[in-house]
């Protein structure tokens, strides 16, 4: 039974940082580009990062780049999101997801942690 369990959220003031944290279980994790993503209320999921299997290659939403770091552990099937700057608009609930390589769709999700940002 594939699990991620995100942790870390929490709530920061502005220009604070916060690091979130997925664990995963139940995949052979290094078949997998991990992810992202966020919602905020009322608003679609929209992504915000994502890393290969060997963190070779990473990709950042505009509105987080040069803010937030995606970093993965494959010996300790980890994967964390590092955010610095927040901003209130950062205010939502973050959801690490995993993709097969190769797919474009995300197979497998978690059930959130909620990040709050204060002005």
């Known amino acids: 039974q594939v699990q991620l369990v995100e942790s870390g959220g929490g709530l920061v003031q502005a220009g604070g940082s916060l690091r979130v944290s997925c664990a995963a279980s139940g995949l052979p994790f290094i078949s997998y580009t991990m992810g992202w993503f966020r919602q905020a209320p009322g608003k679609e999921r929209e992504f915000v990062a994502a890393?290969?299997?060997?963190?070779?290659?990473?990709n950042y939403a505009d509105s987080v780049k040069g803010r937030f770091t995606i970093s993965r552990d494959n010996a300790k099937n980890m994967v964390y999101l590092q955010m610095n700057s927040l901003k209130p608009e950062d205010t939502a609930t973050y959801y690490c997801?995993?993709?097969?390589?190769?797919?474009?769709?995300?197979?497998?999700w978690g059930q959130g942690t909620q990040v709050t940002v204060s002005s």
């Open positions: 890393i290969n299997w060997n963190g070779g290659t990473r």
């Open positions: 997801a995993a993709k097969w390589v190769g797919r474009d769709t995300y197979d497998y």
